[in-house]
């Protein structure tokens, strides 16, 4: 490899944890990285549940992609989308800005919601990927209580006042848990006719037990905590359909006004032009280095990956995972860049334990066999999520943030943005249905006297 | 007035400055209040620039109405927006929950951008009046730098990084020199192909002199201070046309992406519908005691106001007015459900000063003739803020945020969302035009080794 004459270009798709690993571990002095993602910021996805439910703000959990590499020279940021890889002509397309040449190319553009053939679903049950999904989700929720508090009829009081979270993985105990928090102690004061304690959180889990990724035991602790929390949790329940006002079950139909997808995850659609291999969640079966079989110039990291390690253990789509991946394969990429052969290091994932939250001094945690719940679990949580949060100010910021809600039971961002837009694409769908003037105020009013 | 019968109701629509402090001044044990806002939140309008420019985010500078008013019994507060009045039936009609009666109404529904008869422009130009609106023009603005990093055109690049701001007010002022600030500190080190410090920032003003509300030796100290960042002040400019990719004056066109209308107000069209005389920015004329004329029971507070008061001052349309409006209207009616009678008493005005930030340490300030510059009147300006800024909360975060930035030159919250709806909704306006691959990067690459 005669450096001196061109710089390797390696091309990075994708800003998640996979990605900025990779350019923060990559040696930039030997080859230029064109770092590429669609959205100008890299979103911090284990909090975006806070953002949903209107605990943080959504530049609490976000970081502008420029700002993360201001210091790090050779990493070139581009706001774009990679919609075709061509691998013989070692190009990708670009939605934007035509085509880009690799000498190495690392696809790290994540997994999208997967309705598992019901589409039709998102309108009415969307999921929770990016900003714009947790906004939308915060906007609908606060939106329907709002709509709850000016309604006379009690059905429809009941149905805008339920929200069913579908999946009872981490995502959907976080959601569920949280959505509790904040209808029974959040908004409880907030309102002057219905009694938002009283709202309805169903979680559905189509298997046998929530948390399937914990042992039984702290599963089982998980679901306590949930349900002293009041969420009503229906395992083996099997979802025929969902439309604009219920969720309809084999044996029931819930009425409800919000529904949340968090059942699981598909590897973005750019993974299906790939000529490798993929599992039913359309996740790439990658070699032991995370190349493409057949492709070594071409890698795959984080929850686009089906890799069983070299351990001989599946490795899961979590955020450690696409850190650990995107270091992989700047180390091998290094050693290739100082003219390094021979035989690459395969991967091997480093399971340091495993958490989910379910709320205020409620969690689990699984650290290496280490089993743990309520406040340690909770304040481990907390710590470890702190320390991983990209950016000095995000952390100060949500740290507040915490400690404040923590004690005074107020969730700082309850900020229903975009309602004019709402209403002037007059998406009726969206607005209140029945909603009538509300007791006991009669609609004309008694005779009166005036002011002088 | 026999008040134990039945409590007088008293509906006031919008939650602007003037409705809250209305709310927070009127005796709620003699009456009911309904508090009709067509958001959830109120809004720090003064900072709206800078959640604009990227120096703040959304929920800095909003605050719930629910949660200001959750210790103040009979406060009602609805998510609505009243599209008619009705004086002979003493009635408001509401978009979503029908009518609603009244004994008593205050009008505070604030003012909407005002394109002078091109309305057409708005699309081109967007004003600066609600949170939306601010998301907008940040999520452009941004966009645009994005853009200009990857096109190789020079003059595309050239119109990508110029931005005008229509209007020499105070919101114009405020907006030129954050942008300014933006481009030349906080955006610098993000780019490697372009450099954000020349961005061309265009101040257009119609008069011979920016600031008319000031003196003119202060306007003048303004317009150095703007000058010294770099802000390009036109001043007699005249607007023939905008369009989308260009402000039109009588000598000159100026290739720009984004133009940001600050030029004017217009009082909301539900004034329109009122018997009553309104001025030319639709602002109705009130009675000395702010009723209106033949109405008692119908008051109008705020920057909806046209009013010489009693000290034959006309009283501006800025939020220390809007505040003593509400404030002087609840006074009359507190005193009203007490039984009182006789004459109401006129309002009166209390010019506590009036002040413009420019930027870090730049801003000039009058304060009853005491008229100061720089960095004493920049801390001036950012007490008062941080005073007025509703709720706890808000202030601690604000408050970190400016320390921060003013330390750091760092825009805390430089997040483009919606970028997925914007392309969703294939609005090829907002996408990039002309952009190709940038230098020095060929767009197929030289001839390579493979890795082994």
Same mark, same amino acid.
Request: proline share 6%; aromatic share 8%.
């Given at each position: 490899?005669?450096?001196?004459?061109?710089?390797?270009?390696?091309? =990075?798709?994708?800003? $998640?944890?996979?990605?900025?690993?990779?350019?923060?571990?990559?040696?930039?002095?030997?080859?230029?990285?064109?770092?590429?993602?669609?959205?100008?910021?890299?979103?911090?996805?284990?909090?975006?549940?806070?953002?949903?439910?209107?605990?943080?703000? =959504?530049?609490?959990?976000?970081?502008?992609?420029?700002?993360?590499?201001?210091?790090?020279?050779?990493?070139?940021?581009?706001?774009?989308?990679?919609?075709?890889?061509?691998?013989?002509?070692?190009?990708?397309?670009?939605?934007?800005?035509?085509?880009?040449?690799?000498?190495?190319?690392?696809?790290?553009?994540?997994?999208?919601?997967?309705?598992?053939?019901?589409?039709?679903?998102?309108?009415?049950?969307?999921?929770?990927?990016?900003?714009?999904?947790?906004?939308?989700?915060?906007?609908?929720?606060?939106?329907?209580?709002?709509?709850?508090?000016?309604?006379?009829?009690?059905?429809?009081?009941?149905?805008?006042?339920?929200?069913?979270?579908?999946?009872?993985?981490?995502?959907?105990?976080?959601?569920?848990?949280?959505?509790?928090?904040?209808?029974?102690?959040?908004?409880?004061?907030?309102?002057?006719?219905?009694?938002?304690?009283?709202?309805?959180?169903?979680?559905?889990?189509?298997?046998?037990?929530?948390?399937?990724?914990?042992?039984?035991?702290?599963?089982?602790?998980?679901?306590?905590?949930?349900?002293?929390?009041?969420?009503?949790?229906?395992?083996?329940?099997?979802?025929?359909?969902? #439309?604009?006002?219920?969720?309809?079950?084999?044996?029931?139909?819930?009425?409800?006004? #919000?529904?949340?997808?968090?059942?699981?995850?598909?590897?973005?659609?750019?993974?299906?032009?790939?000529?490798?291999?993929?599992?039913?969640?359309?996740?790439?079966?990658?070699?032991?280095?995370?190349?493409?079989?057949?492709?070594?110039?071409?890698?795959?990291? $984080?929850?686009?990956?089906?890799?069983?390690?070299?351990?001989?253990?599946?490795?899961?789509?979590?955020?450690?995972?696409?850190?650990? =991946? $995107?270091?992989?394969?700047?180390?091998?990429?290094?050693?290739?860049?100082?003219?390094?052969?021979?035989?690459?290091?395969?991967?091997?994932?480093?399971?340091?334990?495993?958490?989910?939250?379910?709320?205020?001094?409620?969690?689990?945690?699984?650290?290496?066999?280490?089993?743990?719940?309520?406040?340690?679990?909770?304040?481990?949580?907390?710590?470890?999520?702190?320390?991983?949060?990209?950016?000095?100010?995000?952390?100060?910021?949500?740290?507040?943030?915490?400690?404040?809600?923590?004690?005074?039971?107020?969730?700082?961002?309850?900020?229903?943005?975009?309602?004019?837009? =709402?209403?002037?694409?007059?998406?009726?769908?969206?607005?209140?249905?029945?909603?009538?003037?509300?007791?006991?105020?009669?609609?004309?009013?008694?005779?009166?006297?005036?002011?002088?």
């Amino acid at each position: 490899m005669n450096g001196n004459e061109r710089k390797k270009r390696i091309v =990075m798709l994708g800003a $998640g944890f996979g990605g900025l690993s990779f350019c923060r571990a990559v040696d930039t002095s030997r080859a230029e990285v064109v770092l590429i993602d669609r959205q100008n910021h890299h979103t911090f996805q284990p909090l975006l549940y806070q953002v949903a439910t209107a605990g943080l703000s =959504m530049p609490d959990i976000a970081h502008p992609i420029r700002s993360i590499f201001r210091r790090k020279k050779g990493i070139d940021v581009r706001l774009d989308e990679a919609v075709h890889i061509d691998p013989e002509k070692s190009e990708v397309r670009l939605r934007d800005t035509g085509t880009i040449a690799y000498d190495s190319l690392v696809i790290g553009v994540g997994a999208r919601t997967n309705y598992f053939g019901n589409d039709r679903w998102e309108a009415f049950a969307p999921g929770l990927k990016t900003l714009d999904d947790a906004a939308l989700i915060r906007q609908r929720i606060l939106y329907a209580f709002e709509r709850a508090e000016l309604t006379d009829d009690p059905a429809e009081r009941t149905r805008l006042m339920t929200i069913v979270v579908v999946g009872g993985g981490p995502t959907g105990i976080e959601l569920a848990g949280a959505f509790a928090e904040l209808a029974r102690f959040v908004l409880r004061r907030d309102f002057r006719r219905i009694d938002s304690a009283q709202t309805r959180i169903i979680l559905l889990e189509v298997a046998d037990r929530i948390l399937q990724s914990f042992t039984p035991g702290l599963a089982a602790k998980a679901q306590r905590q949930l349900e002293k929390l009041g969420v009503e949790i229906r395992l083996d329940a099997r979802i025929k359909e969902i #439309n604009h006002d219920s969720v309809i079950l084999e044996d029931e139909a819930i009425p409800a006004a #919000n529904v949340v997808w968090g059942a699981g995850v598909r590897a973005s659609p750019l993974c299906d032009s790939l000529p490798v291999e993929q599992d039913r969640a359309g996740r790439v079966k990658v070699a032991p280095d995370l190349s493409l079989p057949g492709h070594p110039d071409i890698f795959a990291v $984080g929850d686009i990956v089906h890799l069983v390690d070299a351990a001989g253990k599946p490795v899961p789509g979590v955020s450690p995972a696409a850190m650990q =991946m $995107g270091r992989h394969v700047a180390r091998i990429l290094n050693r290739e860049l100082r003219g390094k052969r021979g035989a690459r290091a395969p991967f091997r994932y480093v399971d340091k334990g495993i958490m989910a939250t379910i709320g205020r001094s409620k969690a689990i945690a699984d650290i290496r066999g280490l089993r743990f719940s309520g406040f340690p679990a909770w304040l481990a949580w907390l710590g470890v999520h702190l320390v991983f949060l990209v950016g000095f100010r995000n952390r100060v910021i949500v740290f507040i943030n915490w400690i404040y809600n923590y004690f005074a039971y107020r969730g700082g961002a309850r900020i229903i943005t975009g309602l004019d837009r =709402m209403f002037r694409m007059n998406n009726h769908e969206a607005r209140p249905r029945a909603v009538v003037e509300a007791n006991p105020l009669p609609p004309t009013g008694p005779p009166r006297e005036k002011s002088p």
